[in-house]
């Protein structure tokens, strides 16, 4: 299994310009979500999907839209990219949770945007 | 911010020595994780303890956890140079079936061989 992969692993974008940032898991996971990673502030969560054709916002969503077709992918769009959308943008998935209980989540290596 | 917090931020030990790392969050939960980092990777999953445990192992690895205080610790014992990274605590608090986390911002570890 490759896991979670992201493309690119790296971009510039200047101020204003659009992208779609893509996720993709072979686990047959259930659960996806995006996350952001700034200096000092640890990661915080985007937008989640519990499945496919479910999707909702988490801690930061503004600036970004996502969608989930299938179980496999789910991209994160930035509509009209900012310098405040300078980041690490991780991606995580993990399995349907069963009786209550949480699972670990597994990462994907991460995409570095630069907004100038 | 719904963060939780670890201290120390930095700690740099010798190989061999242990390190302690601790969390501390706001809210109830229903499990917290910890995750180590490796320099411009992604997160690697470590070990999670659910709300009704107080202690769990994993190889070198002790959790405690401490919900009346709102605290957990992390501890490596005979650290190895390997384990330089940054280490993060993750909470579960979510009432519904999602499996969102809440991470702190992280504690950086330098093991000097």
């Known amino acids: 299994n490759a896991g979670v992969t992201q493309t690119p692993k790296f971009q510039v974008l200047k101020t204003g310009q659009s992208m779609t940032l893509q996720c993709a898991q072979d686990?047959?996971?259930?659960?996806m979500s995006w996350y952001r990673q700034d200096p000092g502030m640890g990661l915080r969560l985007i937008h989640y999907?519990?499945?496919?054709?479910?999707?909702d916002q988490g801690e930061v969503p503004n600036g970004y839209n996502v969608s989930r077709s299938t179980t496999e992918d789910f991209p994160l769009r930035l509509l009209s990219a900012a310098p405040s959308q300078t980041s690490v943008y991780f991606c995580?998935?993990?399995?349907?949770?069963?009786?209550?209980?949480?699972?670990?989540?597994?990462f994907g290596p991460g995409t570095r945007l630069t907004v100038l | 911010s719904q963060q939780g917090e670890e201290d120390p931020q930095a700690l740099s030990i010798q190989e061999g020595e242990n390190a302690t790392m601790n969390c501390s969050y706001k809210?109830?939960?229903?499990?917290l994780q910890w995750y180590r980092q490796n320099s411009g990777r992604g997160l690697v999953h470590l070990i999670l303890?659910?709300?009704?445990?107080r202690e769990k192992h994993s190889g070198r690895l002790r959790v405690t956890l401490d919900t009346s205080k709102k605290s957990s610790s992390l501890l490596i014992t005979a650290s190895r140079a390997a384990d330089t990274a940054s280490y993060f605590c993750?909470?579960?608090?979510?009432?519904?079936?999602?499996?969102?986390?809440?991470f702190g911002t992280g504690t950086r570890l330098t093991v000097i061989p």
């Open positions: 995580a998935s993990s399995p349907r949770t069963s009786g209550g209980a949480r699972n670990e989540q597994f």
């Open positions: 686990m047959n996971h259930e659960y």
């Open positions: 999907s519990v499945g496919a054709g479910i999707t």
């Open positions: 809210t109830s939960i229903n499990n």
């Open positions: 303890i659910r709300s009704n445990e």
């Open positions: 993750a909470t579960d608090r979510s009432q519904t079936g999602a499996n969102n986390l809440f």
